[in-house]
């Protein structure tokens, strides 16, 4: 009964990444008419008008467009670099204390409030006719997100305590965020194109209520009083300046600042450089989906077999990514860019699905295990990348070029591989002496701690 409950809870958070990430996406073909909107253009999106999303520039509605508006220096360009960015940096703020209440109130509760402002912010989308409007539900996503993701992290790594479980368990949650990426696009183009702009959202909304309702009948939050008897989860600032996890989390923003600089810039370079066409452009992100899947599965497979080499396989993605990086200005056609980017996204799979357990395990070794704070860390790792993206990017390749941009990130991915060999002896440690002191000297003082003393004597 116990397996069977966590593994619809995985569902259930797994459901709520895909949401989170397909409301990040959905309302990519939808801005154009936003933007004629506000032009006073009467919501048909001429061609001129700018796209915002995953890889395409026109505004035709292509099913699978770029992520974010090209950056031609209009105000309009600049409100909706910054409509893009606001998710991320509402996020960046919010965390620390996320992460902090997630420790203190346990899992449950702040993934249900999670889920509940994104319900909110999914129907603040529906009905938005401004961007005033637009601004608000896109920084209540933010909102939502920070509670929702990071403590359905820390759930996923409480839930699946132990190896091999609980690679498992992430990279599946790892490949439902890439599932929701991808759909996102055409989920929102085709029934924005014969349902109206409001019926994505709702069809969202109605997914959203149902998840909630579903994590209400598995665990209702303070139901069960568990969280009295789990320890105190030690403090974010405390966790920060760990070497360990500082190194970790470093990696993961790192990693992902190819792929949050390049959605911005690349759908204009590919149109100047190599003249894409609409359709090629809005595609160039399609086939990234397969090779992160394939690392994902990958990473887990080789952790199981063996685990001691998780920084290895994350420093391998790191390089991965780096030539990936520096090799995207050489690409002369559709066909070749694509290589690139599938390299880029194979290699973050690499590096999430190798840390993100070693955040989990660093705090199981050398602090206390609970997970909502350090969760919060790589959430904060993430949005430094994505916040940075949408406002930074076009600016860089203004003033340096495409080029020198992906040079830059590339270098810098290959040089930070070497430093995760300071995780080398990770798997060698041994509870710290906190934790011990907490378990077993002080003697048990509920069901958490005598669990775990007996595990310790076992």
Not at 27 to 51: H, N, Q, W
Not at 205 to 211: I, M, N
Not at 278 to 298: M, Q, R
Not at 443 to 448: I, N, T
Request: hydrophobic share 50%; net charge neutral.
């Amino acid at each position: 009964e116990a397996r069977r409950q966590r593994r619809l809870l995985l569902m259930v958070v797994c459901v709520a990444l895909l949401l989170d990430n397909m409301l990040y996406m959905v309302i990519v073909p939808i801005i154009p008419d936003y933007i004629a909107a506000m032009r006073g253009g009467g919501g048909t999106a001429g061609p001129s008008a700018p796209a915002g999303g995953n890889g395409s520039g026109g505004g035709n509605r292509s099913l699978l467009p770029a992520r974010y508006p090209p950056a031609t220096g209009t105000n309009e360009d600049v409100q909706i670099g910054v409509l893009f960015a606001s998710k991320a940096m509402l996020q960046l703020l919010v965390n620390p204390l996320s992460g902090t209440l997630i420790d203190r109130v346990g899992y449950e509760a702040p993934l249900l409030a999670g889920l509940a402002v994104l319900f909110l912010s999914t129907a603040t989308f529906a009905f938005a006719e401004n961007y005033a409007t637009l601004f608000v539900a896109r920084s209540l996503q933010g909102l939502g997100s920070a509670f929702a993701d990071t403590a359905g992290i820390a759930l996923i790594a409480d839930r699946y305590a132990e190896e091999p479980a609980r690679s498992r368990a992430l990279g599946t949650a790892l490949a439902c965020i890439s599932f929701g990426s991808l759909a996102a696009p055409p989920f929102g183009g085709v029934l924005y194109e014969f349902a109206g702009k409001r019926v994505p959202f709702l069809v969202l909304a109605c997914v959203c209520l149902l998840d909630g309702l579903m994590l209400l009948v598995l665990a209702p939050p303070g139901g069960t009083g568990a969280r009295a008897n789990m320890p105190v989860g030690t403090p974010i600032h405390r966790l920060m300046i760990d070497p360990y996890i500082a190194v970790v989390a470093g990696a993961l923003a790192t990693c992902n600042i190819p792929l949050a600089f390049l959605e911005p810039t690349i759908a204009n370079w590919m149109k100047d450089s190599m003249g894409a066409s609409e359709w090629e452009v809005g595609l160039t992100w399609l086939p990234a989906f397969f090779p992160h899947v394939l690392g994902v599965y990958v990473t887990v497979q080789l952790a199981a077999a063996y685990p001691h080499l998780q920084w290895f396989y994350g420093a391998l993605g790191m390089a991965i990514i780096g030539a990936s990086s520096c090799l995207v200005p050489a690409c002369r056609n559709f066909g070749q860019v694509i290589i690139p980017l599938c390299g880029i996204c194979f290699g973050i799979a690499l590096v999430d699905t190798a840390l993100l357990p070693t955040l989990a395990f660093l705090v199981d070794v050398r602090h206390v295990s609970v997970y909502g704070s350090v969760y919060a860390i790589a959430d904060i790792s993430y949005c430094v990348a994505y916040a940075l993206g949408p406002i930074v990017a076009g600016q860089i390749v203004h003033t340096m070029g495409f080029a020198q941009l992906n040079l830059g990130m590339g270098l810098a991915n290959v040089l930070y591989a070497p430093v995760l060999l300071f995780l080398k002896n990770v798997c060698q440690m041994k509870p710290s002496h906190s934790e011990r002191n907490i378990l077993l000297e002080e003697g048990p003082k509920g069901l958490y701690d005598t669990i775990k003393m007996e595990e310790r004597k076992g």
